[in-house]
C-alpha cells in the first residue's frame, strides 16, 4: 500500500468516525433525530470532475444504535482560501477545516458551492451520464427544461430554510432540490 493509499484510508476513517457523527445530526434533513448513531460508512463514491471544479460524490451509509439503517446522499467540496468565491461560509454547511501542506481550506456540502450547483443544472442539461458504484449515474432533464434554461440558469440562491431536502433556485425559474435521503425505488415527485 502507499502513502497515499494511507492517507486516504486515514481520512475516510476520520471523516467517517469524528466529522459525520457531529455533521449529520444538526442536519434538518437528517431523520435519525433523537437516536444514537452506531455506526457511519461511506458507501459508493465517486469523483466527479468537471470544467468548473471536482467533487466526491458519496452515499453515506448510518447504522443507529435502535438498528435502523439509513442511506444519504452528501456531496462533498474542499474549499481552498484563495477560491471561495460562490461558496456559502455558514456553519450549517462546514463539516471540517482541511490542510494540504500550505493550503488551508474546509470542507463543506457540495451544495454549498454555487459552481457544484451550476454543474449539477449543465449535467442534466447535457444528459451527462457517468460511472457510479456498480452502475451509472444519469442527469435526465425533463421535457420543460429546455424553456425553463432558456432566461440563464445564473444566479444561484440557496433558499435560506433547510427542509428533508436541499434546495436551490437557479436564474428565474429554475429549482434544484437535492434529495438526501436516498431509497430504493421510483422517487414519488417522479411517479
Not at 434554461?149 to 440557496?158: D, F, L, T, Y
Not at 428565474?172 to 434529495?179: C, D, Q, T, V
Amino acid at each position: 500500500s502507499t502513502g497515499a493509499d494511507r492517507v486516504v484510508r486515514r481520512t475516510l476513517k476520520q471523516l467517517s468516525e469524528e466529522v459525520l457523527p457531529d455533521f449529520l445530526p444538526r442536519r434538518r434533513w437528517f431523520a435519525g433525530k433523537g437516536a444514537k448513531i452506531a455506526k457511519i460508512t461511506l458507501a459508493e463514491r465517486a469523483l466527479w470532475r468537471s470544467a468548473s471544479g471536482q467533487w466526491l460524490l458519496a452515499l453515506i451509509d448510518i447504522e443507529l444504535t435502535d438498528g435502523m439503517r439509513q442511506r444519504y446522499f452528501l456531496p462533498l467540496s474542499s474549499v481552498w482560501e484563495d477560491s471561495s468565491e460562490g461558496v456559502l461560509h455558514s456553519s450549517d454547511w462546514l463539516l471540517a477545516k482541511i490542510r494540504e501542506n500550505a493550503r488551508v481550506g474546509v470542507l463543506v456540502d457540495a451544495f454549498a458551492d454555487s459552481a457544484f450547483c451550476l454543474a449539477l443544472v449543465r449535467a442534466i442539461e447535457g444528459s451527462l451520464q457517468m460511472p457510479f458504484a456498480d452502475g451509472e449515474l444519469h442527469f435526465t432533464p425533463t421535457a420543460a427544461f429546455a424553456e425553463l434554461a432558456k432566461p440563464g440558469i445564473e444566479p444561484v440562491q440557496h433558499l435560506g430554510r433547510e427542509q428533508s431536502n436541499t434546495s436551490v433556485i437557479l436564474g428565474e425559474a429554475l429549482f434544484l432540490k437535492g434529495y438526501r435521503q436516498a431509497r430504493s425505488g421510483v422517487n414519488p415527485d417522479m411517479e
